[in-house]
């Protein structure tokens, strides 16, 4: 932004005409790629450390995999309940740095933590009754007993992972994500390490198999919420607004603000990850070997959607400096130029992933015959997932550039739409009374998407057709 803004003054100043409208765009892309790259590299860093949890998990063979996949489905709710809140910060932060008022950034963080923490001591407990919640819901007693083991490690990871968010979305709202990055690169190998420690009992550590990668995960994670807490304390230029400065006070109107943009980002955060997991509920009524598929399946798609969810938290970034400046057309120009960046790499990557879709899988699993029935089908729903990898990268990304407009109470309506009243019942009906079973539910989910990402694109449209500046109210 600083870049750009110096080049616009020279022009003026030496007399010259106002960059050409290609030109605008091509520094809009140009920007929205120096956010995108650390931000979207941390989101891979991210999964990576979910993928590697999964693929150890995997070494303790398929019931363990299907365990993990209920496991995340009840974590996922709960982190998802509570995600719009710390990602609220974003949007107010950054609108608060457009408008050069360096407090009220500090204060966006501010309620965010207090966010973090007031949500997340009872969902934190909720955890403990996850055996008894997919039990309730007809899963099989012995992988409804593993994915509870697994939760009862997971489970105190959820405030670290929010106030790390938190924290990561005011240093990408003040233009400087890369230590977030850092302490991911740190992060990996470190999960890596611990969690295949805990499992398997190595270097003097007990063997806790699936409870210990939870538990890896949870050591982790707190690591990860100190050291960014270090950095804002520390560093250049997070120290000078002093982020934990008045961390007592609560701040009410601002707190209204954060719940009232926040609340929908989780409520459609929720609808999204629950049609997923309503997914995985009924690959589990088809069979053990559906459901590990769905779930490396779905691993797969996830390490793709980090791209763009990093493109997306750019968007919101870029579009809410656009507003806090009053720049209609800039935030027009963010919002689409982060969409065309995140429809080009989903399109290379649903290639990419065609081609080697019988050699994904076994990343996965071992050489065992179940095992080769699971990577079999793992290839097949990939093919069938390449129809709605390219809609999911594009909602997601539009989402984001909403979101910089504060515009987040429609997109709910949207999720609604898109994944409860048309996904959720087209992959019932198709995987079931269709008999297409396994793939039908992905083609449902595929149809869910494609609707929710065209709203959302056409959204974005009409608020900024107009020119206007103000954020949307939604």
């Avoid at 005409?17 to 860093?45: F, N, Y």
């Avoid at 995960?217 to 807490?229: K, P, W, Y």
């Avoid at 699993?365 to 709605?388: K, M, R």
Wanted: overall charge positive; proline content about 5%; charged content about 10%.
């Amino acid at each position: 932004m600083v870049r750009a803004m110096t080049t616009s003054n020279l022009h003026l100043a030496a007399g010259a005409p106002a960059p050409a409208q290609s030109s605008a765009w091509r520094t809009e892309i140009v920007e929205t790629l120096w956010l995108a790259v650390p931000m979207a590299l941390t989101q891979l860093g991210q999964i990576a450390m979910m993928t590697t949890d999964l693929a150890l998990i995997g070494r303790l063979g398929d019931a363990a995999v299907a365990a993990a996949a209920l496991a995340h489905t009840v974590l996922l709710v709960a982190f998802m309940l509570g995600i719009g809140l710390v990602s609220a910060v974003a949007p107010l932060a950054a609108q608060a740095y457009g408008a050069r008022t360096p407090r009220q950034v500090r204060a966006a963080l501010r309620v965010g933590l207090w966010a973090a923490v007031i949500a997340g001591v009872p969902l934190t407990l909720s955890q403990f009754f996850g055996e008894a919640m997919l039990l309730a819901a007809g899963q099989e007693p012995h992988t409804a007993q593993l994915a509870g083991r697994y939760l009862h490690g997971l489970a105190w990871s959820l405030v670290p992972g929010w106030i790390f968010i938190a924290l990561r979305s005011f240093m990408g709202a003040v233009n400087r994500p890369e230590p977030a990055l850092w302490i991911m690169f740190a992060a990996v190998p470190l999960n890596g390490l611990l969690a295949y420690a805990l499992i398997n009992g190595a270097f003097g550590l007990p063997r806790l198999e699936i409870f210990g990668a939870g538990l890896a995960t949870t050591i982790v994670s707190v690591a990860m919420c100190v050291a960014a807490a270090v950095v804002c304390v520390t560093l250049q230029p997070f120290r000078k607004y002093q982020v934990f400065g008045e961390l007592a006070r609560f701040d009410g109107p601002l707190m209204r603000r954060l719940l009232a943009l926040g609340l929908p980002i989780s409520g459609a955060s929720v609808l999204e990850y629950g049609v997923f997991g309503a997914a995985a509920l009924l690959m589990g009524k088809i069979g053990t070997t559906a459901l590990a598929a769905h779930q490396i399946a779905v691993q797969v798609a996830a390490i793709m959607f980090m791209v763009p969810l990093g493109i997306s938290l750019a968007a919101t970034v870029r579009v809410g400096h656009a507003v806090g400046r009053d720049d209609p057309a800039g935030a027009r120009r963010a919002g689409f130029a982060a969409i065309a960046l995140g429809l080009a790499f989903m399109s290379a990557m649903t290639l990419l992933v065609a081609l080697t879709r019988h050699q994904i899988p076994h990343l996965f699993l071992g050489d065992s015959t179940t095992a080769a029935e699971t990577a079999q089908l793992t290839a097949s729903l990939l093919v069938v997932g390449a129809s709605f990898f390219i809609v999911d990268g594009l909602q997601v990304v539009a989402n984001g550039a909403l979101r910089g407009k504060n515009d987040t109470r429609i997109p709910l309506l949207f999720a609604v739409l898109g994944f409860w009243v048309i996904a959720f019942p087209a992959c019932y009906l198709l995987g079931f009374p269709a008999g297409l079973g396994p793939f039908g539910v992905w083609i449902g989910l595929a149809i869910g998407l494609a609707v929710y990402a065209a709203l959302l694109v056409a959204r974005f449209h009409l608020l900024t057709r107009d020119g206007r500046a103000a954020p949307a109210r939604g």
